[in-house]
């Protein structure tokens, strides 16, 4: 089995375009010797008994492209901090993954100031402060790519990096990508240097060869960049064009600057773009293929037809276990199959069972989801890699000997699979995962608060959005929720709730635990007040029987008005 290190080194010599970003150009080669020069730093910067681990936190830049390369020449693994989290949580991802030293800029910096993150200060390499290209062993900061990426504040000792280690093997842990689970801890996936690799031998499915252009705006601490664009526009030697953060209006602009001819999204993007203004000529465009996950069908559509674009959308995740792809023939709100050989299937999460098929009335509304709604499981070998330093995580995943991915699905009977949902306490806005423990006890700090509970509602065109419900001692100011919620400094970007329930009562179960299944039933169609940031700016309003209506109709509009189907 390949590494992803072969892949690097394959290019060394390839003079081909590999990298434009802003107004610069990276050639292969010159991506490989970058990156070579960043192995010799890490090497460095290695401690005998201690993980190999670099954490990195930054936008879409350069740097970030290099430091993967880098670990991947030298051996160590890359953690993608999440820049979304903050305060103690953002703290907690970097002790919890035994982060070595830090590669960020002045922006992540501010971040990580006054956190106990156990990396020390002479370890945070700023990359937009003096001293970085001396820690490279340049005496020209210009050799490398003409960039601004030549500051830093550690003394990384040795550049030189003596002896380096043996070739790493397809085991080796390269990637460690931050997912959240149902318990609220924080859970790293592996993924080693043989599946990066596999991964990006499978860009010939979607189109990409060395002529490609690929679109890389999704962000690096994702796995969707990683392996959905990077790996496998590296295996091929395409042009990856990449950009600092994705942006709506900059998408078809980039897309024809760079002459860009593939693009990868996750969720939401596809709507965002389609939210700027339809211009005549936006098919005339270079790109001609799109591959991601759970847009809608009315979004997926609407978006071949007004760009010209082949979509391919898939059901996957970074734990790698499961895939389910869209075939010919897929009904448009199904997910598809999974991969010939792979042995999929639904079953009840407490009885283990395999749910019976959904039956559906002649409008498509799901008739029998209490029986039919449950667990999507693989059965077979799910070359699965773990969670880092969790076991209990890895015993949620794995039971019985197949793999329970946590999510919720459901079977038609021609076989197709359909997403209904996150298990437990699993949320994913904007196509970030996170749990709701650490929202819960952000907003347990609001004044005036008993007991709380943060829950998944689904959002009318793709996944999840946030809804609370709040037990108080007094009356309910949204005012001053807004201004608490803006105040607090480890709330994380995606964290604040759309709607807000204010109940009385807080269900139990027997044991004293909010029980959150009427509450995950009732949504926002409740008895009591329901306040919502319809725009999401944190303005509450009451929401009213109208209000309600017409987000019913929302969903619908969009072919996901199953989704209010009681479970």
Request: glycine letters at 12%; hydrophobic letters at 40%; aromatic letters at 10%.
């Amino acid at each position: 089995m390949a590494t992803f290190a072969e892949l690097i080194r394959a290019r060394a010599d390839d003079d081909h375009p590999g990298l434009l970003f802003e107004d610069e150009s990276y050639t292969w080669s010159r991506l490989v010797r970058e990156a070579e020069r960043r192995a010799a730093l890490a090497l460095g910067l290695r401690e005998r008994g201690r993980p190999f681990h670099i954490g990195v936190l930054l936008e879409n830049v350069p740097e970030y492209i290099l430091w993967i390369f880098a670990a991947a020449l030298s051996g160590a693994a890359v953690v993608g901090i999440n820049p979304t989290r903050r305060g103690e949580e953002l703290a907690a991802d970097i002790r919890h993954t035994d982060c070595l030293f830090i590669v960020t800029d002045s922006a992540g910096y501010g971040l990580l100031h006054g956190l106990k993150t156990d990396v020390p200060p002479d370890r945070v390499l700023q990359v937009d402060t003096p001293g970085y290209s001396a820690l490279l062993g340049r005496e020209d900061s210009g050799d490398a790519d003409g960039g601004n990426a030549d500051g830093g504040n550690a003394d990384g000792g040795n550049a030189d990096g003596g002896v380096g280690p043996p070739e790493p093997g397809p085991g080796e842990r390269l990637l460690l990508l931050f997912t959240s689970g149902s318990t609220g801890a924080p859970k790293a996936v592996i993924c080693g240097q043989g599946r990066l690799a596999a991964i990006g031998r499978r860009g010939w499915q979607f189109g990409i060869d060395r002529d490609s252009v690929t679109y890389l705006a999704m962000p690096l601490f994702h796995g969707n960049a990683i392996m959905a664009n990077l790996a496998m526009a590296t295996c091929a030697g395409a042009t990856i064009a990449m950009r600092r953060r994705f942006s709506a209006s900059g998408f078809l602009p980039d897309i024809r600057r760079y002459g860009v001819t593939y693009f990868n999204y996750v969720g939401r993007a596809l709507a965002y773009i389609l939210a700027v203004p339809e211009r005549p000529g936006d098919a005339d465009n270079p790109l001609t293929t799109a591959f991601g996950t759970e847009a809608s069908a009315r979004d997926m559509a609407e978006f071949s037809r007004r760009f010209g674009v082949t979509i391919i959308e898939g059901y996957g995740s970074s734990e790698g276990a499961i895939t389910i792809n869209k075939i010919p023939g897929t009904p448009p709100e199904a997910l598809g199959f999974p991969p010939e050989g792979m042995d999929v299937a639904v079953h009840d999460t407490e009885t283990g069972l395999e749910c019976p098929r959904a039956r559906f009335d002649g409008t498509g509304r799901l008739l029998n989801g209490d029986e039919a709604i449950g667990e999507i499981v693989r059965r077979d070998d799910p070359a699965f890699e773990g969670y880092y330093a969790d076991p209990e995580a890895d015993a949620e995943r794995l039971r019985g000997g197949w793999y329970w991915s946590g999510d919720l699905g459901y079977r038609d009977d021609a076989g197709y699979f359909y997403f209904a949902g996150r298990n437990a306490d699993r949320l994913r806005v904007d196509s970030e995962n996170f749990a709701a423990a650490p929202v819960e006890r952000v907003l347990s700090r609001f004044p005036g608060t008993v007991m709380c509970a943060v829950y998944a509602v689904p959002d009318p065109r793709t996944g999840d959005q946030v809804m609370a419900a709040l037990e108080l001692d007094g009356a309910f100011d949204p005012a001053a929720f807004a201004a608490f919620l803006r105040a607090q400094p480890d709330l994380g970007t995606k964290w604040a709730p759309m709607f807000v329930r204010i109940t009385p009562v807080m269900p139990l179960t027997a044991t004293n635990k909010v029980d959150k299944r009427d509450l995950r039933r009732d949504r926002w169609e409740c008895a009591d007040p329901v306040w919502w940031s319809p725009e999401r700016d944190l303005r509450y309003i009451p929401m009213t029987g109208t209000a309600r209506r017409a987000l019913r109709e929302r969903f619908a509009s969009f072919g996901r008005e199953h989704l209010l189907q009681p479970l």
